[in-house]
């Protein structure tokens, strides 16, 4: 339990940023919550919806009818927004038709929510037709867009929110959380908070979902074959990966983690790695490597996820990140 009585892991300051808000009711007609995918953006802006609807005296209370429908997802005045399946972009229809939505006087109390989940794929049509919307809000609307980063939007949109940025929580009060919350034994509550990177969410799902360490072992067992692997092989895996840039996002932000764990062998450093389970294997990579070449296939790697946030040609990215002088293993 956060210690200012809201039910979230950690980000104590945001928390108590938004719960002060509430109380003097200066609420910002629009936020932007930046963070990695996972690190509690969605659970801190439904967190807040229903601190908005609740009618109980303790907000959230959990109990009331405003709360449960929130919970199971029926609130008439809450409106949830995420990129299209099929395109894989946030669509000006999509826009228009929340537009339509927020002009109505809300249901059930005082206020309507809008909730936009990977914003940072609105293409730009979208994105700027949002921009009406945050320039004359109604009154009684709330606006919270989510995002990994400000920087992937546009300037216009940025400023006319109010941004807060979380970050990824320490380990140790990941491994805490998921033992007295989830019932996870502590051995591999060690393991997941590690694996997490400091993202609550994909901690919880990891335990809920066991095909997400599956996952995470093919992309590393992807990786490994892809640094023997010849150029025109390299590509056909690029061209596979970008009919998908939510997958080629996870594989990327795992290569990330790998390599840096990599980066910390060859240079000494002390700091916990992400990947305790595999540290035979990153030892000797470490040591062929050397921190230099280490630094760079980090760097290299989070500019390719960098692209795909920005909708840079998936395809290109994943390719200019293959064409990399990666390190053969013999």
């Known amino acids: 339990m956060n210690e200012t009585g809201w ?190 990177g400091g993202r609550m969410g994909w901690a919880v799902r990891a335990v809920q979902d066991s095909t997400l360490l599956q996952r995470r072992q093919r992309r590393l067992e992807e990786l490994s074959a892809l640094l023997q692997a010849p150029l025109v092989e390299r590509f056909r895996y690029a061209a596979q990966m970008a009919r998908d840039t939510e997958l080629a996002g996870e594989v990327l932000d795992v290569w990330a983690s790998w390599w840096r764990d990599v980066m910390l062998l060859a240079g000494g450093a002390k700091g916990p790695l992400t990947n305790p389970d595999r540290g035979e294997e990153l030892e000797k990579l470490a040591a062929r490597l050397g921190p230099r070449a280490a630094s760079a296939l980090v760097d290299a790697t989070q500019a390719a996820g960098e692209c795909l946030r920005r909708n840079v040609n998936p395809r290109l990215a994943l390719e200019v990140l293959l064409a990399f002088d990666l390190p053969r293993i013999s």
């Open 7 to 196: 039910d979230i892991v950690g980000h104590e300051w945001a928390v108590g940023l938004l719960q002060r808000a509430v109380a003097r009711d200066e609420l910002f007609h629009a936020y932007l919550f930046t963070g990695p995918p996972g690190v509690g953006k969605s659970t801190l802006a439904l967190t807040l919806a229903r601190v908005l609807f609740c009618a109980g005296e303790s907000r959230p209370c959990g109990n009331c009818q405003p709360c449960r429908l929130v919970a199971s997802g029926n609130h008439p005045d809450l409106h949830f927004l995420s990129p299209e399946s099929r395109s894989g972009q946030m669509t000006i229809g999509q826009i228009r038709d929340l537009q339509r939505q927020l002009a109505l006087t809300p249901n059930m109390g005082r206020r309507r929510v809008a909730i936009l989940e990977g914003f940072e794929r609105a293409n730009p049509s979208a994105a700027n037709a949002l921009l009406k919307t945050l320039e004359e809000p109604p009154p009684y609307a709330v606006l919270i867009l989510l995002s990994p980063d400000s920087d992937v939007l546009l300037p216009t949109v940025v400023s006319r929110c109010q941004v807060i940025s979380l970050r990824p929580l320490p380990a140790s009060l990941i491994r805490r959380a998921l033992e007295e919350r989830h019932g996870v034994d502590p051995e591999r509550a060690r393991l997941l908070a590690h694996l997490s």
